[in-house]
């Protein structure tokens, strides 16, 4: 079982949404800053949105008002729910858990979920 699975992508029309999932296995997901990162065909990679221990949270200024991350700690996994999508959002998106703030090299990363936004 790989450290992180993401689940929750698929094809949505534009202004649809979707609510991803990053479940851990085999480490305690709640001693860890979580991270969610779109990677689109000849793009940069971009950094969506990432949530800290405390739960405080961070997004893409692309993403603040349709993006929400969120944690339960008691099920070992974060969301993140995408409202208002849009043709630009589209990529695949994978999380990452970092030992400390949402920075710096992260220790464990999953597979990914692919987004298509599309009509």
């Known amino acids: 079982q790989p450290p992180l699975v993401e689940s929750g992508g698929g094809l949505v029309q534009p202004g649809g949404s979707l609510r991803l999932s990053c479940a851990a296995s085999?480490?305690?997901?709640?001693?860890?800053?979580v991270g969610w990162f779109r990677q689109a065909p000849g793009k940069e990679r971009a950094e969506v949105s990432c949530?800290?221990?405390?739960?405080?949270?961070k997004y893409a200024d692309s993403v603040k008002g349709r993006f929400t991350i969120s944690r339960d700690n008691a099920k070992n996994m974060v969301y993140l729910q995408m409202n208002s999508l849009k043709p630009e959002d589209a990529g695949d998106y994978y999380c990452?858990?970092?030992?400390?703030?949402?920075?710096?090299?992260?220790?464990?990363r999953g597979r990914g979920t692919q987004v298509t936004v599309s009509s």
């Open positions: 085999g480490f305690v997901l709640e001693y860890y800053s």
């Open positions: 949530i800290k221990r405390d739960i405080s949270t």
């Open positions: 990452v858990a970092y030992p400390g703030a949402c920075e710096g090299l992260y220790e464990y």
